[in-house]
């Protein structure tokens, strides 16, 4: 990583809390630590941090909502860190937004790992402005495609009609690729190169979510269509401005 992240923690367990912050200080980032949903929301509004590590059984606030707020009001990565270890949990917690879902009890090494992997793809997302996209140099900063418009500056998806998304980093990953090879089969392979996280094991979910932002009807997607055995392939036209 180019840089020192700046991590929040909000957890209820002091030991937990001690482990975690003294594991990720070992590593280099610098931690800040909350015992609440309400002290991480006040703490954002001052300064926004790289990484948000979030246990879901908070004091004052479900955490599977406090996850709910971060994707959507902050560009930030986003962990959950829980005690909840069924699979609805993991795959709600996904869908909501969250880029990975580590269960108690946990490796603090490969809490470390992801956490890293996070900051490097948030990374590699704000060097999307200064990617050669084409022959001609061109730095896009807008993709056009059917009814839709990403911003990459902002990830921010915007329908023709008003409707608006704020995306997650994961979700960037994967819409970006797909919007650069259009009416191309990429296979899960092809997509986990790119999204640089050797943990991720999300790729439909987070897939399932973009579609459920940009399909008419999800469960039968036209814009991204699933080739069995074979991948996924974004069916429409991208214009890059």
């Given amino acids: 990583m180019s840089q020192q992240a700046l991590i929040y923690l909000v957890e209820d367990d002091?030991?937990?809390?001690?482990?975690?912050?003294?594991?990720?200080?070992?590593?280099?980032?610098?931690v800040r630590c909350f015992r609440t949903g309400a002290q991480l929301t006040s703490a954002l509004r001052q300064q926004q941090p790289q990484v948000c590590i979030v246990d879901l059984g908070l004091p004052d606030i479900d955490g599977l909502e406090l996850v709910r707020q971060l994707t959507t009001r902050e560009e930030v990565g986003v962990m959950i860190l829980s005690g909840r270890d069924s699979?609805?949990?993991?795959?709600?917690?996904?869908e909501l937004g969250a880029d990975d879902y580590i269960s108690k009890p946990f490796d603090p090494r490969e809490l470390v790992a992801r956490t890293n992997s996070i900051v490097r793809r948030l990374e590699k997302n704000a060097r999307l402005q200064t990617t050669t996209f084409g022959p001609d140099k061109d730095v896009p900063s807008v993709a056009c495609f059917a009814d839709w418009q990403l911003e990459c500056a902002t990830l921010t998806l915007r329908k023709d009609s008003g409707e608006e998304f704020v995306l997650s980093a994961g979700e960037m990953d994967l819409l970006i690729r797909l919007l650069k090879y259009p009416r191309q089969i990429l296979s899960r392979d092809q997509l986990l190169k790119h999204h640089?996280?050797?943990?991720?094991?999300?790729?439909?979910?987070?897939?399932?979510?973009?579609?459920?932002?940009?399909e008419d009807d999800p469960k039968s997607p036209r814009l991204i269509k699933t080739i069995y055995g074979m991948g996924y392939m974004l069916t429409s036209d991208v214009q890059w401005k």
């Fill in 14 to 30: 002091a030991d937990i809390t001690e482990l975690v912050s003294r594991e990720l200080n070992r590593y280099g980032h610098k």
């Fill in 87 to 94: 699979l609805p949990d993991r795959v709600l917690g996904l």
């Fill in 196 to 214: 640089d996280e050797a943990f991720d094991r999300s790729i439909d979910v987070r897939m399932s979510r973009i579609r459920k932002k940009i």
